[in-house]
């Protein structure tokens, strides 16, 4: 089945630090990846998202490429800071609409220092 | 526009009990999905409902059950309660037509089963 996988955590980070998270994905079809964000005590907020090969998503900094040629999606940002610090999860899910669930990773803590 | 409100926030419920969580969707949107996320974990999908009828369904029991309501709001229901089933339990919303729209969620309900 399709399936996400997630480096292993938790990530610690100094502020204005450069942030990778990778992400890698097995599907039998051609998915779209998302990359969602929760704050603690919060649900998921969609990031970003790519619905295509070579396809980039960025929002609030973060940026991510589809890379079908290697079945990623990983997350990056070039100087992250403090209120960065969250669960970051990759997900995805094939287009039609009749099996349009998500598959998520196992997420990922970020904390940021000062 | 309120976006995905679910309720309860919290829920404390004793082994052998049934529970009902409540969701109503993000205004305009017509399909309803629910996951479950354990402690530590990414979001399992449970099951989907679109027009009233479960569309989709994850690896979960018979304990685990929907309904869909004409406004298109949704609950769920989980029969004879294990401590297993203690989770944050997160409830998504997404139009339809388009057939490639992003899913938004709510806060999430953390049910605790002592």
């Known amino acids: 089945g399709d399936s996400v996988t997630q480096m292993e955590g938790p990530v610690t980070l100094s502020e204005e630090a450069f942030l990778t998270i990778n992400c890698t994905y097995t599907?039998?079809?051609?998915?779209?990846l998302f990359w969602y964000v929760q704050y603690p005590g919060e649900g998921l907020q969609l990031l970003l998202k790519a619905t295509k090969a070579d396809d980039k998503g960025s929002n609030k900094g973060f940026e991510a490429t589809y890379r079908k040629e290697t079945t990623s999606f990983h997350l990056e940002k070039g100087s992250v800071q403090v209120s960065d610090s969250a669960v970051y999860f990759c997900?995805?899910?094939?287009?039609?609409?009749?099996?349009?669930?998500?598959?998520f990773g196992k997420g990922i803590t970020l904390s940021v220092r000062p | 526009d309120a976006g995905v409100t679910q309720s309860p926030t919290h829920l404390i419920k004793t082994r052998g009990q049934q529970v009902t969580l409540r969701c109503s969707p993000k205004?305009?949107?017509?399909?309803v999905s629910w996951y479950q996320q354990a402690l530590g974990q990414g979001p399992q999908f449970i099951f989907q409902?679109?027009?009233?009828?479960?569309?989709q369904r994850g690896n979960f029991p018979d304990r685990f059950s929907g309904h869909q309501f004409p406004n298109y709001s949704s609950e769920l229901n989980v029969n004879a309660l294990l401590l297993g089933d203690s989770a944050l339990y997160l409830c998504?919303?997404?139009?339809?037509?388009?057939?490639?729209?992003?899913?938004?969620f709510g806060q999430g309900t953390r049910l605790t089963v002592v």
């Open positions: 599907a039998t079809g051609y998915p779209s």
């Open positions: 998504a919303s997404s139009l339809e037509a388009g057939g490639n729209t992003e899913a938004f």
């Open positions: 205004s305009g949107h017509d399909t």
């Open positions: 409902y679109y027009e009233e009828e479960e569309r």
């Open positions: 997900a995805l899910r094939m287009r039609t609409g009749a099996n349009s669930k998500l598959t």
